[in-house]
T-cell receptor
Framework: KQEVTQIPAALSVPEGENLVLNCSFT??????LQWFRQDPGKGLTSLLL?????REQTSGRLNASLDKSSGRSTLYIAASQPGDSATYLC????????????FGKGTHLIIQP | KAGVTQTPRYLIKTRGQQVTLSCSPI?????VSWYQQTPGQGLQFLFE???????NKGNFPGRFSGRQFSNSRSEMNVSTLELGDSALYLC???????????FGPGTRLLVL
């Protein structure tokens, strides 16, 4: 059974810093990995999708990497802004698809102005 | 394009009642998935529909059921509600399986 872990659970940094969020998964047989952000009381916003054959994806100040063999992904946020404050969730879509997306518990990020 | 819409946004029910939640996917998307989010368990997969057929099902009791219509709209039903069913229920749509999932705002269900 696929398990996804996100470290750290919470992070608070001053505005302007570059930061890295970590995600690990136990079963490397995945179709893809997706990073989301969730604002309080809201749904999820898709940030980046990395297919299993890819090593990284970039969108603006965000860069996500995938190392399938070691079961790890990182989300790099450059020049953080207060508007980046949210919970960031990592989700994997495993081979066989029997479980849909498997989510980590998220990293609660606060960017201090 | 309009995003994923879910109705109702908020719902209060009592134990033993049943509830039906609705999800309208992004136009052109044929796959709809449902998830339950609680503070303790996080986000858990309920089921996925593609072209009116249930493709996958998560580890939830039979009280949780769903269906998808020919226009790709989906409903989920929870019968004999329990206090533990209080959660945010999220719907996601994709053009097809294994593609980027786009989430709706969710329906917040409170069971008293």
């Amino acid at each position: 059974k696929q398990e996804v872990t996100q470290i750290p659970a919470a992070l608070s940094v001053p505005e302007g810093e570059n930061l890295v969020l970590n995600c690990s998964f136990t079963d490397s047989a995945i179709y893809n990995l997706q990073w989301f952000r969730q604002d309080p009381g809201k749904g999820l916003t898709s940030l980046l999708l990395i297919q299993s054959s890819q090593r990284e994806q970039t969108s603006g100040r965000l860069n996500a990497s995938l190392d399938k063999s070691s079961g790890r992904s990182t989300l790099y946020i450059a020049a953080s802004q207060p508007g980046d404050s949210a919970t960031y969730l990592c989700a994997v879509h495993s081979g066989g698809g029997a479980d849909g997306l498997t989510f980590g518990k998220g990293t609660h990020l606060i960017i201090q102005p | 394009k309009a995003g994923v819409t879910q109705t109702p946004r908020y719902l209060i029910k009592t134990r033993g009642q049943q509830v039906t939640l609705s999800c309208s996917p992004i136009s052109g998307h044929r796959s709809v998935s449902w998830y339950q989010q609680t503070p303790g368990q996080g986000l858990q997969f309920l089921f996925e529909y593609f072209s009116e057929t249930q493709r996958n099902k998560g580890n939830f009791p039979g009280r949780f059921s769903g269906r998808q219509f020919s226009n790709s709209r989906s409903e989920m039903n929870v019968s004999t509600l329990e206090l533990g069913d209080s959660a945010l229920y999220l719907c996601a749509s994709t053009p097809g399986p294994e593609e980027t999932q786009y989430f709706g705002p969710g329906t917040r269900l409170l069971v008293l």
